[in-house]
Structures are given as structure tokens and as C-alpha cells.
RNA sequence: GACCCCUUCGUCUAGCGGUUAGGACACAUCCCUUUCACGGAUGCGACACGAGUUCAAUUCUCGUAGGGGUCGCCA
């Protein structure tokens, strides 16, 4: 029997990390196994989807690298894939029900389904078998008085039609997986195979929503700097520790190595600086040019423009390792696209303290203007020579030249920018900070 | 209230009767270093509690406490 799987979101809101978990979870099965990942949209209630909210959550989807074989926008033979548009198959379906005598109208017309009130188990392949007693639950209703669907029946409908042979998602349905059974039963269909992993909470141990820190994946992944690889990594190993040594791994890895049966039956606290980690790792992975693609967004939204990008990319490389996500690099390299960049003011008062410095700087200027040519080496030549020159370490010039250049204290060697911004603006900086900054 | 799931360092976790209880993130210190980082080293730091089974429990069983979840004409 081939694996098919789905992720079947429900377009309220954005995509939440913990359906882009369960949707990841579902997503490696498929992948490990060569079976299908269905994308089901369960839009049954019309009072609360938005097209906005559904596309949001295909844009998310997307953006982590989570295809689907079939669903909206691809296709497939058991479309369509939006419940709303699934009603005759629906009603079908109910007939079932009706003519097998497991439905009854309630006074208003609201239709329940009658339960079978018998012992129920789930096999689950995290929580292991799970027995419910007959229950003394009101009989649930599953067709509204204006005639749609709720959740409990078009989901049991859906999996048997698209013949779902696994199905991953929340704890939070664990509860209510005896009263899909039961409706499987009804309709005289084997239920899938579950696997209810736990759920992502706050790092106070609240459940997450969607308000939280960290839980929607476009406002607080795309938009804060992540890369789909680093979140991709970190949510893997929210609920699942892969028998790897490093927990480090690309898709490939993480695919081979997936097992339902290894997710973790505990909840797991989300930690927003461990993703953060991954982030800096895969960050520091990409070549000057991959890394230019990823930063180019953040970058242009700070205000910095450039034409060459190889520059671009070479600046914003030379402090990879300095970032651990991409909205941090604008602060990082502004200075290598614009001549205007403020002189942090702290450095400055620091600086001015010693007079003799802006005769140093001078110095360090004097013996770069001569440099014959201009590479890292001869730059790092020409500022020795003139601290040589001065009997002082190169090290006290190099601070200064930073700031000349940077306008701060910190980034990537000094040679590199000196080297990167090339001789002309070398040199002009340095009269522009002498002038501005450390005039007395 | 009823039912279900869960419980190892602050966090994510390894462990599947006998371990100095291991790793990662975070934090601290040191080293490296023209800055900031990176990297390296070291340190800090946990088996929720109580019974039982056993020669031996973090590991098995039960109970207690705590956390989470479900009980909708939401999904």
C-alpha cells in the first residue's frame, strides 16, 4: 500500500509554526517513502476563511520548501482540494449515514450522527494504543441546520476518498480520534494509521497562538531574517531527535533518517535563540552570491541601493559570520554602499580623547595614497609601514582606520573594507572623518 | 467536572535495570584576535514527589503533584 499523506489547514489566520511542524512531520514521511503529500484546504466554515488566510498559508508552505503533490494550484485525482467545494461528495456521503440509520435531526434540523458508544482504540504511533470507554458525549453533529459539514465529518470523508494511509497531526486531536473511528466504521472503511505529536509551546509553557513570539512563520521567519533551511532544521527537531551526531542536517538527512515511531509523545518549549543558532549555521554555509539573493529584500528595505553585485555580495559575506539573521545586516555593511554613513558617536568621543590620533590617521592616509596597487595585502603593507614609520603598533592604527572608513568599532577586518571599497574611497573617507569627526 | 496525553540540566534532548546520567542551545571564564564575531577549551547545571517490584531503579508498576489537551451547529 503506497504512503499518502496530507496537511489539511484550515485558512482562519497564518500559517502556525506548529501546522508548519505537523505539515513538515508529513511531509518526510511522504518523502522518505515515495508516497504523496496531499494539501487539503478545510474551508467549511464559511464565517471565518479568507482567500487571504488560505494563501498565506500555500505562501508559507512554499517558503519552507513544502510541496505537495496534490492540492490547490497542482492538481491531482482526488481534487478538488477545498472543502467548500466538495458538498455533492458530502452529501453522499451522509446518505450513507442516513439510509444505515446513524444520523437524526435535532428539532432545528441540525443533523447529529449517532455514536456507537463501544469501547474505541486508537493505535497511535506516538502515544502507543489509546482506549476510550463508550462515551457519554452528547451524539455529535455533523451537518449544520444550512446544510454544510462540520470538521469531523468532511475530514473522515476526505481521508477515506483520498485514501489517507497516515495520518500526523496535533495531540490537540487525540482526544477526538475515537469519534473519526467511529465514523470510519461507519462507513464500513479501515481508519489510517495516526501519529498525534505533541504540541509546540511558549517558553512559559503556555500554548502557543497565533500572537505569540515566534508562531506565525511569515511575520516571524520570512520577515525576520530566517532561512527556510534553518527553520526547516530546528522545527524537525522540535518533538524528534534524529539518530545523527550533529543535529545539523540538510532535507536529504532528515529525510532518510525520519521515523514516525522515534516523535516524541512530550510537549517541547519553543526556544526562539536555538533557532536562531540554526539560522547563523546555515547562514555562514552560502556562497557571496546565494547570500546576496537571501539578503537582497533586506537590504533594499533599509534604504541600500548598489549596481555591482559582486561588491554587494562580497560586503555582505565578509560579515556573515557576524549575523545570526539577515534583518541584522543592513547595520552590519551600510557603509560599503553610501559615503554618508554617520560616525557613531560614542567612538568618536572615545577617539577625539586622544589628540595625537588624527595625525596618526593622517600618517596611515599618506602611506595608503602611495600604495602601487591595491589588495588586502598591500593595504595591511602600507598601514604597517606607517606605523613603523610612527613607532607605534599597527594595532592602534587599526581602530582608527575602522571608524574612518565603517563610522564604527566593529565589523569585518579593516583590510577587507579598505579592500572593498577600493583606494579612491579609502582615501576620502579618511579625509571626510578626519574633518568631520576628529577635528578638535 | 469527566476523559486523554505528558514529566531528565533554564530550554531541546540521549538513556530503553547496574553510566563519573551524555550532547546541543543559553549563560560564565579562558585561549585565539586590529574590532565585533567565528572557532577552541573549561565551567555551571537535571532524573517532580511517594510507595512497590528487584540484589539493583532515571529506566518497570501504582499513586500524588504539576503541565498540556479534549469534551462546539471552530478546525
Redesign the pocket.
Known amino acids: 500500500m503506497s504512503i499518502r499523506v496530507r496537511f ?3 485558512p ?1 489566520g497564518d500559517l502556525h509554526v506548529g501546522g508548519a511542524r505537523t505539515a513538515l512531520f508529513n511531509w518526510l514521511l511522504a518523502r522518505k517513502h515515495g508516497g504523496t503529500f496531499v494539501l487539503r484546504v ?4 464559511g464565517a ?1 476563511n479568507t482567500a487571504e488566510a488560505a494563501a498565506g498559508i500555500l505562501k508559507g508552505m512554499r517558503w519552507l520548501g513544502l510541496d505537495w503533490d496534490e492540492g490547490p494550484d497542482v492538481g491531482g485525482d482526488c481534487g478538488p482540494y477545498f ?1 467548500s467545494q466538495r458538498k455533492d461528495l458530502y452529501d453522499a456521503y451522509f446518505k450513507k449515514l442516513e439510509d444505515a440509520g446513524r444520523v437524526y435531526a ?1 428539532p ?3 443533523m447529529r450522527f449517532k455514536f456507537s458508544r463501544t469501547a474505541i482504540t486508537v493505535h497511535d504511533l506516538v ?2 494504543d ?4 463508550p462515551t ?3 451524539d ?2 455533523i451537518r ?3 446544510g ?1 459539514y ?3 465529518f468532511v ?1 473522515v470523508v476526505d481521508d477515506i476518498e483520498m485514501r489517507i494511509s497516515h495520518v500526523i497531526r496535533g ?6 480520534t475515537w469519534k473519526h473511528i467511529d465514523l470510519f466504521n461507519a462507513f464500513g472503511a479501515t481508519a489510517p494509521t495516526y501519529a498525534h505529536i ?2 509546540i ?1 511558549n ?1 512559559d ?3 502557543m497562538s497565533k500572537r505569540d513570539e515566534g508562531s506565525a512563520i511569515e511575520h516571524s521567519y520570512m520577515h525576520a531574517g530566517f532561512l527556510p533551511d534553518a527553520v526547516f532544521n530546528y522545527l524537525c ?5 534524529p539518530k545523527a551526531e550533529s ?1 545539523k542536517l540538510s532535507r536529504a538527512e532528515l529525510t532518510a533518517l525520519f521515523d514516525a515511531d ?1 516523535i ?8 526562539l ?2 533557532a ?2 540554526f539560522n ?2 546555515y547562514l ?1 554555509e552560502l556562497s557571496p552570491a546565494d547570500l546576496l539573493q537571501h539578503a537582497r529584500p533586506f537590504l533594499t528595505a533599509s534604504g541600500l541601493q548598489w549596481t555591482d553585485d559582486a561588491m554587494a555580495a562580497a560586503a555582505v559575506h565578509s ?1 556573515r ?3 545570526s539573521l539577515l534583518t541584522e545586516l543592513p547595520e552590519w555593511v551600510h557603509y560599503f554602499f553610501r559615503e554618508d554613513f554617520p560616525f557613531e558617536a560614542d567612538v568618536v568621543t572615545k577617539l577625539k580623547a586622544k589628540p595625537e590620533n588624527a595625525s596618526l590617521l593622517k600618517a596611515a592616509s599618506d602611506q595608503l595614497a602611495q600604495a602601487a596597487e591595491w589588495t588586502e595585502q598591500s593595504v ?1 603593507d602600507a598601514v604597517e609601514a606607517a606605523a613603523k614609520a610612527l613607532s607605534v603598533k ?2 592602534a592604527m ?2 582608527l ?2 571608524f574612518a572608513l565603517s563610522g564604527q ?8 573594507i579598505a579592500h572593498l571599497i577600493g583606494k579612491e574611497k579609502t582615501i576620502s573617507r579618511i579625509q571626510r572623518a578626519t574633518a568631520e569627526a576628529l577635528c578638535a
Do not use: Y
Not at 478545510?42 to 466554515?45: F, L, P, Y
Not at 495531540?171 to 477526538?176: A, G, Y
Open positions: 489539511a489547514p484550515s482562519t478545510e474551508d467549511t466554515d471565518r472543502q435535532e432545528d434540523g441540525a502515544c502507543g489509546v482506549t476510550f470507554a457519554e458525549e452528547p455529535m453533529t449544520r441546520l444550512d454544510s462540520i470538521f469531523h475530514n495531540e490537540d486531536h487525540l482526544s477526538n505533541p504540541l509551546l517558553p509553557g503556555t500554548k527537531m522540535l518533538g524528534w531527535t543535529e522515534a516524541h509523545s512530550s510537549n517541547a518549549k519553543f526556544d535563540k536555538k536562531q543558532w547563523a549555521q555562514r560579515v559570520e557576524k549575523v595591511h599597527p594595532g587599526m581602530p582606520l575602522r568599532s566593529r565589523g569585518p577586518g579593516v583590510t577587507t
